[in-house]
């Protein structure tokens, strides 16, 4: 049989890199980082190489290698690096497969509010009345998955956009944006501080022919929009404050996610000439929507 013997340890954030190396100079063939608790990692900062708090570390050898060489490779790599991670007896066998079809097969369509979020490469039929958003997941946030992101496809979906002027402020993978765009958004812009961010951006609004300016958060511009939606964390949303007021425009709207329920009061409280609407909360994120009064 030709498949692989997968070795699973569990590694603290600070081994994790160390540990790939080793398993890479014992000549695995892919590794692959698993969170072991419940802890998403939201937001990386620029340029950070995230892990999990505890993470579960899976690497895979051909096994045409005898188990004993493979474990005793690992244990002489670890001892010369000074590594204390304990290495498991046996190593669990997994039969080839089609890893590129098994990945794709993760993100499977998702139905959030009036929009049918999918993979370009998926092809089930569109339930009815709902509107395609293509979205291919890429290196930057944004399948649609998290709730954050969820709370403002819904409110996208609930509100007229026609012929508004919408800036995604933080936009990751551009899936408000295009989804602004998909509600008739006359002019849609993204913007962020990672510039993988607007290459996404571009890339899943070409996907679904529709024009998205992006912009990295250096170029902000100055002109309001009738509608702003940003869904990054409460602290960045306190500091752009008076950022994200200006670009809303007077009578416009205010979409704000990506902070916590508990922390709905002091991002409110950092916009105080913004009329708020009932805060909605999901799994225990908070959305806030507002207008900036005429
Ligand atoms: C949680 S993701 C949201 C992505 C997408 N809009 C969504 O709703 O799924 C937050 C995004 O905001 C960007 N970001 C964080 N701080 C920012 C800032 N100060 N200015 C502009 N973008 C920022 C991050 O790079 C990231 O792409």
């Not at 005898?66 to 991670?85: G, H, K, V, W």
């Not at 800036?167 to 501080?193: E, R, W």
């Not at 602290?235 to 990506?258: C, D, F, R």
């Not at 329920?261 to 609407?277: C, G, M, N, R, T």
């Amino acid at each position: 049989m030709t498949g692989f013997r997968q070795v699973s340890v569990l590694a603290a954030g600070n081994q994790v890199e160390l540990l790939e190396e080793l398993l890479f100079l014992a000549d695995a063939q892919a590794v692959t980082l698993v969170d072991h608790g419940d802890a998403p990692i939201f937001e990386p900062p620029l340029g950070s190489h995230p892990v999990w708090p505890q993470t579960q570390v899976q690497a895979l050898f051909h096994d045409e290698r005898p188990e004993s060489e493979i474990l005793s490779d690992l244990a002489t790599y670890f001892q010369r690096a000074n590594l204390l991670i304990e290495l498991p007896s046996h190593l669990t066998i997994v039969p080839d497969q089609d890893w590129v079809r098994i990945s794709l097969d993760q993100f499977q369509p998702i139905h959030i509010g009036k929009f049918w979020v999918k993979p370009s490469w998926n092809e089930d039929p569109i339930p009815e009345g709902l509107t395609t958003l293509n979205l291919d997941p890429g290196l930057a946030f944004g399948t649609g998955m998290h709730p954050t992101t969820q709370l403002c496809l819904e409110w996208l979906s609930n509100h007229q956009l026609s012929g508004k002027t919408v800036m995604d402020f933080g936009c990751g993978s551009g899936i408000l944006a295009v989804a602004a765009g998909c509600m008739g958004a006359s002019q849609v812009t993204g913007l962020d501080i990672d510039p993988q961010a607007l290459i996404a951006t571009s890339h899943n609004a070409s996907l679904n022919q529709l024009p998205v300016q992006t912009l990295l958060a250096e170029d902000t511009p100055s002109q309001p929009f009738d509608v702003v939606v940003a869904n990054i964390l409460a602290n960045p949303l306190i500091e752009l404050s008076a950022t994200l007021t200006g670009l809303t425009q007077p009578g416009g709207h205010i979409v704000m996610a990506g902070l916590l329920d508990e922390q709905a009061d002091q991002v409110k409280a950092a916009y105080p000439s913004i009329l708020f609407d009932q805060d909605v909360s999901k799994d225990g994120w908070t959305r806030l929507s507002g207008r900036r009064p005429e």
